[in-house]
Nanobody
Framework: QVQLVESGGGLVQAGGSLRISCAASGRTFSSHTMGWFRQPPGKEREFVAY????????YYADSVRGRFTISRDNAKNTVYLQMNALKPEDTAVYYCAADEGSGSRRSSDYEYWGQGTQVTVSS
């Protein structure tokens, strides 16, 4: 079992930056792929980025590539999402998730989920 708790969301102006965090507890964090998803208002949950547990490979959605960076600190059992050049369309509830596999863009592949943190980007 893995417990995930997100933090760091808030209100930011377009063009600004924000870093959100996800603290994990429970089973070995370092052996899980960690992903970030988001759910904009009135829309379905969508993939943002993931970080594989081995090799450090990362993968991003086209909509955020070059602006967002996922990183993880296995010693602190924490994964981060640094978001730069934010746009109003980035407004969403952001969720972190853990997957025992090698990395996926499908939310159904992730076994554990946090409660989400709201990010609002004003124009």
């Amino acid at each position: 079992q893995v417990q995930l708790v997100e933090s760091g969301g808030g209100l930011v102006q377009a063009g600004g930056s924000l870093r959100i965090s996800c603290a994990a507890s429970g089973r070995t964090f370092s052996s899980h792929t960690m992903g970030w998803f988001r759910q904009p208002p009135g829309k379905e949950r969508e993939f943002v980025a993931y970080s594989r547990w081995s090799g450090g490979r990362t993968y991003y959605a086209d909509s955020v590539r070059g602006r967002f960076t996922i990183s993880r600190d296995n010693a602190k059992n924490t994964v981060y999402l640094q978001m730069n050049a934010l746009k109003p369309e980035d407004t969403a509830v952001y969720y972190c998730a853990a997957d025992e596999g090698s990395g996926s863009r499908r939310s159904s592949d992730y076994e554990y989920w946090g409660q989400g943190t709201q990010v609002t980007v004003s124009s």
